[in-house]
């Protein structure tokens, strides 16, 4: 299906594990996006990369890595989980009519 | 200060009004404005997408924005119970990271 998908979708890990969140999108979007949602901040822009192996910071980047390979997958990982990295984690990619979003992974760190 | 602001709400209105949404911005920079609707645990998704000042329509759906006055807004037309959900307003193109800026949201509860 065209789009982007997300996985796993869903995620508990304890605190200290490194966790990888996957997106992969099929438009061939050059601008891929990493935001979190968290109650009384709304959406936050972590990563972003405008190509291929060309990422940069966003407003909350810290404790978090990314990578881009390919086009149409745009990684996160979490080095060593924390409980404040608990949250709902969005990939979106951009094309010439908007930014799209993928469906979500929500992740529990306990 | 956040850089672009949402009254929370919730907003309730009777099924078949015309529903406001508002939000204000600071960055003088921002180009580009969207619209998203949130369903309960489900991602965002586009509704509306407008490049600098004007109206846009999309069915029952009108965004405008007015730069002069860092505003924008998106009307509802014959809203219907399945609008209920969290509306967000977005702005980007602002310089700095290359990515939107949120407003927090509002919750709009369509009462059929």
């Known amino acids: 299906d065209a789009g982007i998908t997300q996985s796993p979708r869903y995620k508990i890990t304890e605190t200290g594990r490194q966790v990888t969140l996957m997106c992969h999108q099929t438009w061939s979007h050059s601008y891929m996006f990493w935001y979190r949602q968290d109650l009384g901040h709304g959406l936050r822009l972590i990563y972003y990369?405008?190509?291929?192996?060309?990422?940069d910071k966003g407003e909350v980047p810290d404790g978090y890595v990314v990578s881009r390979s390919k086009t149409e997958n745009f990684p996160l990982t979490l080095e060593s989980a924390t409980r404040s990295q608990t949250s709902v984690y969005f990939c979106a990619s951009r094309g010439l009519t908007g930014q799209y979003f993928g469906p979500g992974t929500r992740l529990t760190v306990t | 200060q956040k850089e672009v602001e949402q009254d929370p709400g919730p907003l309730s209105v009777p099924e078949g009004a015309i529903v406001s949404l508002n939000c204000t911005y600071s960055n003088s920079a921002f180009q580009y404005f969207m619209w998203y609707r949130q369903y309960s645990r489900k991602g965002p998704e586009l509704l509306m997408y407008?490049?600098?000042?004007g109206n846009k329509e999309d069915g029952r759906f009108t965004a405008q924005v007015d730069k002069s006055s860092k505003y924008i807004s998106l009307f509802i037309r014959d809203s219907q119970p399945s609008d209920s959900a969290t509306y967000l307003c977005?702005?980007?193109?602002?310089?700095?990271?290359?990515?939107?800026?949120f407003g927090k949201g509002t919750h709009l509860i369509i009462q059929p």
């Open positions: 977005a702005a980007g193109g602002g310089g700095g990271a290359d990515g939107l800026t």
């Open positions: 990369s405008a190509a291929a192996d060309i990422t």
């Open positions: 407008t490049y600098s000042s």
